[in-house]
């Protein structure tokens, strides 16, 4: 059974940080490109961060550039998202995502789906 737990969100003050972390089983990992997702109230599914687990290629929206940090410790099967300097604008259910081999910044191109965590970051 293919399962993505998410873990590692909570309630921080704006400049803070929190770590992610995605833990896999079920398939084999490195064959996998693993990606994080968060949607806010009202708004859409967007996506934040993703590394191709075999390689370590990764992508990063604009939006968390010099900010956020996605790693892969493939001995673990898990994916971390380390967020600092957090903003109010970063509030969201923060959801991690696979698909075969390679990255992508569509959530719709994401075969299985985590639970999701939440992140709040108050001003």
């Known amino acids: 059974e293919v399962q993505l737990v998410e873990s590692g969100g909570g309630l921080v003050q704006a400049g803070g940080s929190l770590r992610l972390s995605c833990a896999a089983s079920?398939?084999?990992?490195?064959?996998?490109?693993i990606g994080w997702f968060r949607q806010a109230p009202g708004k859409e599914r967007e996506g934040v961060s993703c590394?191709?687990?075999?390689?370590?290629?990764?992508y990063y929206a604009d939006s968390v550039k010099g900010r956020f940090t996605i790693s892969s410790d493939n001995a673990k099967n898990t994916v971390y998202l380390q967020m600092n300097s957090l903003k109010p604008e970063d509030t969201a259910v923060y959801y991690c995502?696979?698909?075969?081999?390679?990255?992508?910044?569509?959530?719709?191109?994401?075969?299985?789906w985590g639970q999701g965590t939440q992140v709040t970051v108050s001003s």
């Open positions: 079920g398939f084999t990992f490195y064959h996998y490109a």
């Open positions: 590394i191709r687990t075999n390689i370590g290629t990764t």
């Open positions: 995502a696979a698909r075969r081999w390679y990255i992508s910044e569509d959530w719709w191109e994401y075969h299985y």
